[in-house]
């Protein structure tokens, strides 16, 4: 499977960006999509991800400014990120999960700076 990632850039505080994730090669409907991300100096870590029937969950940090969809007809799950914070600066990855089956992004780059 692959996976590319888009939509990252450089954002002020309070400010939003709209995060997507193309998926090719394998199924998508069944898999479950996730949004995960890596500071400096950090480790990766869940921010949100969504299942096949769709469910949600996410990171508490997170939790009301951020919100992941997803659409089987093109192949992709995106994530809505509103009220930026610094501390939500990171390289963002997304993964496909099908089983024990795993595949992540490439990671597209966040920057929450004023």
């Known amino acids: 499977v692959q996976l590319q990632a888009f939509g990252g850039g450089l954002v002020q505080p309070g400010g939003s960006l709209r995060l997507s994730c193309a998926v090719s090669g394998r199924p998508f409907s069944l898999s479950e999509m996730g949004w995960y991300r890596q500071a400096p100096g950090k480790q990766r870590e869940l921010v949100a991800a969504?299942?096949?029937?769709?469910?949600?969950n996410y990171a508490d940090s997170v939790k009301g400014r951020f919100t992941i969809s997803r659409e089987n007809a093109k192949n992709t799950v995106s994530l809505q990120m509103n009220t930026l914070k610094p501390e939500d600066t990171a390289v963002y990855y997304c993964n496909y999960r099908v089983g024990s089956y795993s595949q992540w992004g490439q990671g597209t780059k966040v920057t929450v700076s004023s």
């Open positions: 969504i299942t096949a029937a769709p469910s949600t």
